[in-house]
């Protein structure tokens, strides 16, 4: 499996952007998703999943403001972030999980990682 990260740039504090990453394979679906996130100097961390059945878990820094889903038709995962603030800059990660269980994922359990797409919010 391939993941392309896409959908990063420099953003001001308060805007948004979307991310997306397409997969390659027929077995898209079967797969838990999820973005991580590496910011300079610290290590990386997840920031949302969903796994094969729909379901979704964020950390809490991105609860209410970033929102996950898939489009398994496109082989797709998406990840729309609003009210960026400048802690939010990093280069975010693709990952997916070929068991499908977004708990793994998030435990950092990744079979497959995307080459990453950096986030800059400036302040």
């Known amino acids: 499996v391939q993941l392309q990260a896409s959908g990063g740039g420099l953003v001001q504090a308060g805007g948004s952007l979307r991310l997306s990453c397409a997969a390659s394979?027929?077995?898209?679906?079967?797969?838990?998703m999820g973005w991580f996130r590496r910011a300079p100097g610290k290590e990386r961390e997840f920031v949302a999943g969903i796994s094969r059945s729909g379901g979704i878990t964020y950390a809490d820094s991105a609860k209410g403001r970033f929102t996950i889903s898939r489009d398994n038709a496109k082989n797709t995962v998406y990840l729309p972030m609003n009210s960026l603030k400048p802690e939010d800059t990093a280069v975010y990660y693709c990952a997916a999980r070929s068991s499908g269980s977004v708990t793994a994922l998030r435990a950092g359990a990744v079979d497959y990682w995307g080459q990453g797409t950096q986030v800059t919010v400036s302040s």
């Open positions: 394979g027929r077995t898209f679906s079967s797969y838990a």
